[in-house]
Structures are given as C-alpha cells and as structure tokens.
Nanobody, 124 residues
Framework: QVQLVESGGGLVQPGGSLRLSCAASGRTFSMYAMGWFRQAPGKEREFVAAINWSGGSTWYADSVKGRFTISRDNAKNTVYLQMNSLKPEDTAVYYC?????????????????WGQGTQVTVSS
C-alpha cells in the first residue's frame, strides 16, 4: 500500500505561480516513477508531467511544457510540481500518482495509487 497526500493548491491570478507537493508513505518511494495529472469539471483526467525513479528523466504535456517543472526529493519521499505563468485553463484538481507497474507515463491507467487531489484555480 502507498499513501499519497498532495498540498499547495489554491487561488492564483493569471501569470502567477504555485508549487504543489506530494508526500508519499508506505512503500519504497525512490524505486518508482511519479506523475501529476489534472481534471477539470466535465473533462477527463489528463496527463501533466512525470518523472522517473531517479529524477533523471522527465516528461510533460505540450500544454505545460516550458511553464511547469516536475522534481523529486527521494530523501523526503516527496515529488513537486512547480507551476509558473499560470493560465485560467490550468484550473483543475491536480492529482499525484505512483507508477509501480510498467507502461506509458502518460496514461492514468498505468498508475497504481493516487492522492486525493488539490484544487488549483487560476482567476483574476
């Protein structure tokens, strides 16, 4: 079993920044890839970013590339999502997930455990 707890969401103006955190417990965090996904009302959950077990490789959705940065601190069992230049279309509930099984980092079906989500609202 793995427990994931996200934090750091909130209300921010367009052009602003937020940093999301996801703290993991219950399993050897440093062995697995981690991902961030988001889901807006009425829409499917979509891939945002992923990072491999060491932090040496990262992947991003085209919509956030150049604005968001995923990172991890294995000593703290935590993964981060730094979000800059936020836009209203970034408004969503953001979820972190851990991938224990193999498969594409971009598909939510390849992730095994999920956090409860944190709301990000970008509005003036």
């Amino acid at each position: 079993q793995v427990q994931l707890v996200e934090s750091g969401g909130g209300l921010v103006q367009p052009g602003g920044s937020l940093r999301l955190s996801c703290a993991a417990s219950g399993r050897t965090f440093s062995m697995y890839a981690m991902g961030w996904f988001r889901q807006a009302p009425g829409k499917e959950r979509e891939f945002v970013a992923a990072i491999n077990w060491s932090g040496g490789s990262t992947w991003y959705a085209d919509s956030v590339k150049g604005r968001f940065t995923i990172s991890r601190d294995n000593a703290k069992n935590t993964v981060y999502l730094q979000m800059n230049s936020l836009k209203p279309e970034d408004t969503a509930v953001y979820y972190c997930a851990i991938q224990i099984q193999s498969g594409s980092y971009r598909s939510p079906y390849n992730y095994d455990y999920w956090g409860q989500g944190t709301q990000v609202t970008v509005s003036s």
